[in-house]
């Protein structure tokens, strides 16, 4: 019902401007999309909602450095050598 009622009133706007010159309906065309430009960018500025989905698989632990290979780093790059470190460089 909706779709016929749609049909029939921009049937009845054609009517009204197709034999108008392109300025006008040029015109026409502009005023109708200035119009709608908040319709579309109230559209564009909803945030989408994330989920543990969206980022599955989004990654890999190839590139990521092993834990003892970071927990080495970690310790080389200490300033002050402590007691604990020789007992962990000797196990």
Do not use: C
């Not at 300025?23 to 994330?50: C, F, G, N, W």
């Not at 450095?65 to 790059?77: A, P, Q």
């Amino acid at each position: 019902m909706t779709a016929i009622a749609l049909k029939q009133e921009t049937e009845s706007y054609w009517s009204l401007i197709k034999d108008a010159g392109d300025e006008v309906k040029l015109a026409l065309i502009k005023k109708l999309s200035d119009a709608l430009k908040p319709v579309v960018a109230e559209k564009k500025t909803r945030k989408k909602k994330y989920t543990a989905d969206d980022f599955a698989g989004m990654w890999t632990d190839e590139y990521f450095m092993d834990v003892d290979e970071l927990n080495k780093l970690i310790r080389d790059g200490r300033h002050v050598k402590s007691n604990r470190d020789k007992i962990w460089d000797e196990l």
